[in-house]
Each structure stands twice: as structure tokens, then as C-alpha cells.
């Protein structure tokens, strides 16, 4: 079954690979990205890597699964739907994951980037069957979240090739109780000014009457001169920035981070995360340093030495697990400044994400991630004056891109990025394509378009250096290979004079609040009878409506659709459901959660010779998945 990992028992596990792993660590920003070891670059890889091609002779997995399986055969999908669905109730929808299109997935994806390698997004779709299946496939992780890589690690993937992203130092890590006024102050002032929500006493109100720190004393002065300003000059908004990013998460996370050696590292972050500020900044803070300094006396210096106890804090903290070496093989991590690296004292490399420019895409992530290719230059400088090592570029071009220019464009803009930190002295060695491909199967010939863009790019730009590429998808490993099968639970039949043209209306056992969540159709979710063929042709087809089953008038899954007369009890299987719809589910009004099947279903396409780690792979879809040996009925319908 693999490697079994408790988050807690990570030290043993580094321990074991000791021997094996490379020094290289990779961070990011919103602005910096980062990864790490044993990025790989080619369809034959390392002895660490599960993804080498497997040397058994091209025959058929179907039969090589069956041949190991205790599990139920069906003959035909269309049986294996109903049989489950009769078994399950008319209440009940349930979630079909065929996993031999994991299989394909995979061998499509080396057949067309076979020198990119793939780290899975969680996100997509968390399902422990799939999560565990990838493992296995030999897959890197892209996790967002704690919970996500206990998850994977729980699973049995490698600590060394997860991706985690740090979006910021999270404010919920300082209880506001254990603040000072000036402190509070701050705190609420800082908040207000990031989310552009406070309250409008914020101006008037007096920091409190503890003002001992000098530099806490002039940066909320700042902060109140910002707000009751109308037109704040550029030398205002520069010192504004600095406080926000730099001095007021150091501030509060004294009061985390607290014990003696915590409070020098806090006051050597203040004095070094001001280099790189030019001189007329730098004429307002280095005074106040100095003077704080000399007497001795910084808040977070008299703090620590009354306080320190020989305690771990916040131990779940990923930051602190990677300070502390425990997760010290994460690959990627993200944070909203440069200079939060300092305060999170993470050694590690980063990589430099930029924006991409497209307007052909669903979800704009630019929007909120990444720098223009003009800034790049100075957040090199900026990284190099605080000893940072930067390794590379990172892009995403947003979610479900359909413009392959997009790509390709943004990977130019990548190599000159490389080319102007080769000018400041860096080697960059890492070039992440991010992910934005759709995964449904109406969409594998735009696949072929693109990556053949992607590749073309990629040669043309990096032709003769040493540059590891990845990615990160997710919508393409999951999308077509899950369905969900829901029976009606209500009919209408609708007036041909309705202005719309509907004729049908149909209630379902699942809805807008369960697996079918607002912009679902942007994924190519389609519905499907599950009907015989003879049913199908006897049958007059209507324009019909479709609605989930709670009392809210917004719960429509299909405002337009055609559809054969279908009657109370009858199920409709949906495809390309595989992405998001199992991670924003809900249970509003008290409805289940669709139930899981796990079924493999034979593809010609799929070839032995394809499958990473055949044996493994093969022993645990035989555990875990019925069998059906086709997808349609004889005369080639469900």
C-alpha cells in the first residue's frame, strides 16, 4: 500500500531519505514562488521517482486488473449505473471515479510534456481513493492548505516533492488580548488599511496611553497621517507599504514568537529589512532604530527575556515545521512580501512569479498574484540585498485558459526575466507553466494545440540550459474522470405557450448547493439518460429545465436543456464532474453528501507500457474498484 505518514512523525521520515535528498528548497511570493528537490525533467527519471517508464510489453491493463480482482464485474456501464443506484436509493446521488482515466490522463499527459513534470492540485478534488492513486502514479502535490499536505502525507506521498502555498502571515495567530494599546492600534489600523473596512474613528482615536517604543510610536503616526489624508504622496504610500509588510507583522509576532533568542532575530529583521529602502526612506527609520537601540529597551528584546518558556508554539505552524526542518523537502511555498521570508526565517530558494496577460481565461489569477515583468528587476535587487536566492520563474494563466498564445507569451516573458537576473548574478534553474488546462475529454484536441504551443516555447526559450520544468494541474487529471449519477425526484410538465419554449421540469436529488456549484457548466458538465438504447429512440425529446432539490429559487442546475421524457425514479448521469464540485460541497437543508463508487472501466487506449509503477498501480485499483468491461451497450449507447 505504500508509505503510511502521520504529520507527526515526519522527522522519522526525512531521517530515511536522508542519504538521497538534495539540498534545494524553493519559496515564493506574490511575487516569489519556490521549490524544490529533485525537480524532474524527463519521462525516465531518477531512482526517487516513481515516473519511469514501465519496460512490460504493450497488453491490456483491463485484463491484467481483473485478472488480480476479488471485486464486481459488469458487463456494461449502463448495469453497473443502475445496479449501484437501485442499491443506493432514490435519495441518494452518488459519484462514479472511473480510474483507468487517471491512467490515461497520465500517459497523455508524458505523451505530450514529457519533460514537465506534474505536481497534482489537491484542491481539484481531495478524494482519498484518487489522492492515493496519484501517489502511486508517482506525482508531485500542489497543496494550498496545512490540512492538505497531512493529507497527502497521510496518503504516502513523498515529503519531497509536495508544493504548499503560504498566501500571508496569518493575523488569527495574534490574540488581540494579549496586545498592548499602541499595539492594538496597529493592529486594527493595519487590518483596516489592507481590507479597505474600518471604522471611521479610527483617525481620532488616541493609540493608548503605553508609548514606550519609538518606532511603534512613529509608525502609527504613519498610519493615521494615511488615513486622514485625501491624496497621499508617493513618500507616504512607500513608508505605508514598509509598515505593512515589514515592522507590523514583526510587532505582532513577538507575541507569538516570544522567547529570548526570538527577540534579537525580531530586531535584526528590523534593521536588515530596511537596506533596502533608498536613502531619504531610510532617514526616517535608521534614527529610530538607532536610538531604540541604544538604550536598549525594544518591546520585543524586555518581552522575550520576561517571558521565555521552553515551550513550542503553535506547532501545526508550516512555517515553524519548516524552520525546524520538519517539512524541510517542501518545494513551494508562497507569501505575500519578500521580507515576510524574514520573519517566517526560512532558508530556502525562490522563484519570481509574474503576471500573464490574457483576457481568454474563466479565473483571472493575475488579478491577485504575481508581478509585472517591470518589476521583476527591482525585487531582484531587493532579494539580492537581503542575501535571497533566486532560482527561477513561475506564471499561471488563469484558470481554464483557451488561448495558447497566453502560455506561450508568458514564457517569453519568463526568459527575460531569466536573462536579467543572469545580468545581477543569479542562475536561474526552475521554470513552473502552472496549470489553467481543461480536463474534459471534448477538449483533448485544443490539449494537443496547446502543448504542442507549450513545447515549441519552452525549446525555442530554454534550448541548451540546465532548467527543470514543471506544473500543476488539476482540472485535467480529475475532470473527465469522474461523473455523478442523481434520479429525479419531481416532474413538471410545462404549457407550450411558456415564452421560454420549456416544456419539461425536472427535480433532482442534487443541486446548486451540492455538486453542481455556480459556473459548474464552464467545465463541460453534461447530462446523460441513463436509459437502454431502445428507450432512448421511443422516446420524444423536450426542452427542458433542470432543478436541484432544496427550497431556494436560485438552485437551478440546467436553466435550458434537451432531454428525453424521463419519468419520477429515472437517473441522469452527468460527466466531466470530476473538478471543485466534492471540495464546495455543502449540506444545506440537511441533504447528504453524494456517495463514492470506484469502477474501472476498459480503455483500448490505455497501454501497459504506460503506467508508472505497473505492479503497485494494478494491486490497489484491483483493491478498490468494481470492473466493467464497456461503456456502452452492444449497439453503442449507455
Same mark, same amino acid.
Given at each position: 500500500?505504500?508509505?503510511?505518514?502521520?504529520?507527526?512523525?515526519?522527522?522519522?521520515?526525512?531521517?530515511?531519505?536522508?542519504?538521497?535528498?538534495?539540498?534545494?528548497?524553493?519559496?515564493?511570493?506574490?511575487?516569489?514562488?519556490?521549490?524544490?528537490?529533485?525537480?524532474?525533467?524527463?519521462?525516465?527519471?531518477?531512482?526517487?521517482?516513481?515516473?519511469?517508464?514501465?519496460?512490460?510489453?504493450?497488453?491490456?491493463?483491463?485484463?491484467?486488473?481483473?485478472?488480480?480482482?476479488?471485486?464486481?464485474?459488469?458487463?456494461?456501464?449502463?448495469?453497473?449505473?443502475?445496479?449501484?443506484?437501485?442499491?443506493?436509493?432514490?435519495?441518494?446521488?452518488?459519484?462514479?471515479?472511473?480510474?483507468?482515466?487517471?491512467?490515461?490522463?497520465?500517459?497523455?499527459?508524458?505523451?505530450?510534456?514529457?519533460?514537465?513534470?506534474?505536481?497534482?492540485?489537491?484542491?481539484?478534488?481531495?478524494?482519498?481513493?484518487?489522492?492515493?492513486?496519484?501517489?502511486?502514479?508517482?506525482?508531485?502535490?500542489?497543496?494550498?492548505?496545512?490540512?492538505?499536505?497531512?493529507?497527502?502525507?497521510?496518503?504516502?506521498?513523498?515529503?519531497?516533492?509536495?508544493?504548499?502555498?503560504?498566501?500571508?502571515?496569518?493575523?488569527?495567530?495574534?490574540?488581540?488580548?494579549?496586545?498592548?494599546?499602541?499595539?492594538?492600534?496597529?493592529?486594527?489600523?493595519?487590518?483596516?488599511?489592507?481590507?479597505?473596512?474600518?471604522?471611521?474613528?479610527?483617525?481620532?482615536?488616541?493609540?493608548?496611553?503605553?508609548?514606550?517604543?519609538?518606532?511603534?510610536?512613529?509608525?502609527?503616526?504613519?498610519?493615521?497621517?494615511?488615513?486622514?489624508?485625501?491624496?497621499?504622496?508617493?513618500?507616504?504610500?512607500?513608508?505605508?507599504?514598509?509598515?505593512?509588510?515589514?515592522?507590523?507583522?514583526?510587532?505582532?509576532?513577538?507575541?507569538?514568537?516570544?522567547?529570548?533568542?526570538?527577540?534579537?532575530?525580531?530586531?535584526?529583521?528590523?534593521?536588515?529589512?530596511?537596506?533596502?529602502?533608498?536613502?531619504?526612506?531610510?532617514?526616517?527609520?535608521?534614527?529610530?532604530?538607532?536610538?531604540?537601540?541604544?538604550?536598549?529597551?525594544?518591546?520585543?528584546?524586555?518581552?522575550?527575556?520576561?517571558?521565555?518558556?521552553?515551550?513550542?508554539?503553535?506547532?501545526?505552524?508550516?512555517?515553524?515545521?519548516?524552520?525546524?526542518?520538519?517539512?524541510?523537502?517542501?518545494?513551494?511555498?508562497?507569501?505575500?512580501?519578500?521580507?515576510?521570508?524574514?520573519?517566517?526565517?526560512?532558508?530556502?530558494? +525562490?522563484?519570481?512569479? =509574474?503576471? %500573464?496577460?490574457?483576457?481568454?481565461?474563466?479565473? *483571472?489569477?493575475?488579478?491577485? !498574484?504575481?508581478? #509585472?515583468?517591470?518589476?521583476?528587476?527591482?525585487?531582484?535587487?531587493?532579494?539580492?540585498?537581503?542575501?535571497?536566492?533566486?532560482?527561477?520563474?513561475?506564471?499561471?494563466?488563469?484558470?481554464?485558459?483557451?488561448?495558447?498564445?497566453?502560455?506561450?507569451?508568458?514564457?517569453?516573458?519568463?526568459?527575460?526575466?531569466?536573462?536579467?537576473?543572469?545580468?545581477?548574478?543569479?542562475?536561474?534553474?526552475?521554470?513552473?507553466?502552472?496549470?489553467?488546462?481543461?480536463?474534459?475529454?471534448?477538449?483533448?484536441?485544443?490539449?494537443?494545440? +496547446?502543448?504542442?504551443? =507549450?513545447? %515549441?516555447?519552452?525549446?525555442?526559450?530554454?534550448? *541548451?540550459?540546465?532548467?527543470? !520544468?514543471?506544473? #500543476?494541474?488539476?482540472?485535467?487529471?480529475?475532470?473527465?474522470?469522474?461523473?455523478?449519477?442523481?434520479?429525479?425526484?419531481?416532474?413538471?410538465?410545462?404549457?407550450?405557450?411558456?415564452?421560454?419554449?420549456?416544456?419539461?421540469?425536472?427535480?433532482?436529488?442534487?443541486?446548486?448547493?451540492?455538486?453542481?456549484?455556480?459556473?459548474?457548466?464552464?467545465?463541460?458538465?453534461?447530462?446523460?439518460?441513463?436509459?437502454?438504447?431502445?428507450?432512448?429512440?421511443?422516446?420524444?425529446?423536450?426542452?427542458?429545465?433542470?432543478?436541484?432539490?432544496?427550497?431556494?429559487?436560485?438552485?437551478?442546475?440546467?436553466?435550458?436543456?434537451?432531454?428525453?421524457?424521463?419519468?419520477?425514479?429515472?437517473?441522469?448521469?452527468?460527466?466531466?464532474?470530476?473538478?471543485?464540485?466534492?471540495?464546495?460541497?455543502?449540506?444545506?437543508?440537511?441533504?447528504?453528501?453524494?456517495?463514492?463508487?470506484?469502477?474501472?472501466?476498459?480503455?483500448?487506449?490505455?497501454?501497459?507500457?504506460?503506467?508508472?509503477?505497473?505492479?503497485?498501480?494494478?494491486?490497489?485499483?484491483?483493491?478498490?474498484?468494481?470492473?466493467?468491461?464497456?461503456?456502452?451497450?452492444?449497439?453503442?449507447?449507455?
Amino acid at each position: 500500500m505504500g508509505l503510511e505518514v502521520d504529520i507527526n512523525d515526519i522527522d522519522e521520515v526525512v531521517e530515511e531519505h536522508n542519504q538521497k535528498l538534495t539540498d534545494r528548497r524553493v519559496f515564493f511570493l506574490p511575487t516569489y514562488q519556490i521549490r524544490v528537490p529533485g525537480l524532474y525533467n524527463s519521462y525516465t527519471m531518477s531512482e526517487t521517482n516513481c515516473f519511469k517508464k514501465n519496460t512490460s510489453k504493450t497488453g491490456s491493463v483491463f485484463y491484467l486488473i481483473s485478472s488480480k480482482s476479488s471485486k464486481k464485474y459488469h458487463k456494461s456501464l449502463h448495469d453497473y449505473l443502475i445496479s449501484n443506484a437501485k442499491e443506493l436509493g432514490q435519495d441518494q446521488p452518488f459519484y462514479v471515479y472511473d480510474l483507468a482515466d487517471i491512467l490515461f490522463k497520465t500517459q497523455l499527459w508524458y505523451e505530450r510534456f514529457p519533460n514537465v513534470f506534474p505536481y497534482y492540485a489537491v484542491k481539484a478534488n481531495a478524494d482519498p481513493v484518487l489522492v492515493r492513486l496519484f501517489v502511486l502514479l508517482g506525482y508531485g502535490f500542489d497543496c494550498s492548505t496545512e490540512g492538505e499536505i497531512r493529507f497527502v502525507l497521510k496518503a504516502g506521498a513523498d515529503p519531497r516533492k509536495i508544493i504548499f502555498t503560504i498566501k500571508s502571515h496569518r493575523a488569527s495567530s495574534t490574540d488581540p488580548t494579549n496586545l498592548s494599546c499602541d499595539q492594538k492600534y496597529l493592529l486594527d489600523t493595519c487590518t483596516a488599511i489592507s481590507s479597505g473596512v474600518g471604522s471611521s474613528d479610527l483617525v481620532k482615536r488616541q493609540p493608548g496611553t503605553l508609548n514606550l517604543v519609538r518606532w511603534l510610536t512613529t509608525a502609527n503616526r504613519i498610519l493615521r497621517l494615511y488615513l486622514s489624508t485625501s491624496d497621499p504622496s508617493n513618500e507616504l504610500i512607500t513608508l505605508l507599504v514598509f509598515i505593512l509588510r515589514v515592522y507590523a507583522p514583526s510587532w505582532l509576532r513577538i507575541k507569538v514568537h516570544y522567547s529570548i533568542m526570538d527577540g534579537s532575530r525580531h530586531l535584526w529583521h528590523f534593521i536588515s529589512s530596511s537596506r533596502y529602502l533608498p536613502k531619504k526612506y531610510r532617514d526616517v527609520i535608521e534614527p529610530v532604530i538607532s536610538r531604540t537601540a541604544y538604550f536598549a529597551a525594544p518591546e520585543n528584546m524586555l518581552l522575550a527575556m520576561l517571558t521565555d518558556r521552553d515551550v513550542i508554539l503553535e506547532p501545526l505552524e508550516l512555517g515553524e515545521l519548516s524552520r525546524q526542518g520538519k517539512l524541510s523537502q517542501m518545494v513551494i511555498l508562497f507569501v505575500d512580501s519578500l521580507f515576510l521570508l524574514l520573519t517566517l526565517e526560512l532558508q530556502t530558494m +525562490l522563484v519570481i512569479r =509574474i503576471k %500573464s496577460k490574457s483576457t481568454q481565461h474563466v479565473y *483571472n489569477l493575475s488579478k491577485k !498574484f504575481g508581478c #509585472e515583468v517591470s518589476e521583476a528587476e527591482d525585487l531582484l535587487l531587493q532579494a539580492k540585498a537581503l542575501n535571497l536566492n533566486v532560482v527561477g520563474v513561475s506564471f499561471h494563466v488563469g484558470g481554464l485558459c483557451d488561448d495558447p498564445k497566453t502560455y506561450t507569451s508568458t514564457i517569453d516573458n519568463s526568459r527575460l526575466v531569466f536573462d536579467a537576473a543572469q545580468q545581477l548574478g543569479y542562475k536561474f534553474t526552475i521554470m513552473d507553466i502552472g496549470a489553467g488546462f481543461f480536463g474534459s475529454e471534448e477538449r483533448e484536441e485544443f490539449f494537443y494545440e +496547446l502543448s504542442r504551443e =507549450i513545447n %515549441s516555447s519552452l525549446e525555442k526559450n530554454f534550448p *541548451n540550459e540546465d532548467v527543470e !520544468f514543471i506544473a #500543476e494541474p488539476g482540472c485535467y487529471c480529475v475532470a473527465s474522470a469522474v461523473s455523478i449519477v442523481t434520479s429525479i425526484i419531481g416532474k413538471k410538465s410545462v404549457s407550450t405557450g411558456d415564452e421560454s419554449g420549456i416544456q419539461r421540469e425536472y427535480f433532482l436529488n442534487d443541486g446548486f448547493y451540492q455538486s453542481f456549484f455556480e459556473h459548474h457548466d464552464i467545465y463541460d458538465v453534461k447530462p446523460v439518460p441513463v436509459l437502454t438504447p431502445q428507450e432512448l429512440e421511443q422516446r420524444a425529446k423536450y426542452k427542458s429545465r433542470v432543478w436541484g432539490q432544496t427550497c431556494c429559487s436560485e438552485d437551478m442546475i440546467e436553466e435550458e436543456c434537451v432531454l428525453p421524457d424521463m419519468e419520477d425514479g429515472e437517473f441522469i448521469q452527468w460527466l466531466n464532474m470530476g473538478a471543485y464540485g466534492r471540495g464546495v460541497a455543502s449540506t444545506f437543508t440537511i441533504v447528504p453528501y453524494p456517495a463514492d463508487r470506484y469502477v474501472f472501466i476498459q480503455d483500448q487506449r490505455l497501454r501497459l507500457d504506460s503506467i508508472p509503477n505497473l505492479k503497485d498501480v494494478t494491486d490497489y485499483i484491483s483493491e478498490v474498484a468494481d470492473l466493467v468491461e464497456n461503456k456502452e451497450c452492444e449497439n453503442g449507447h449507455l
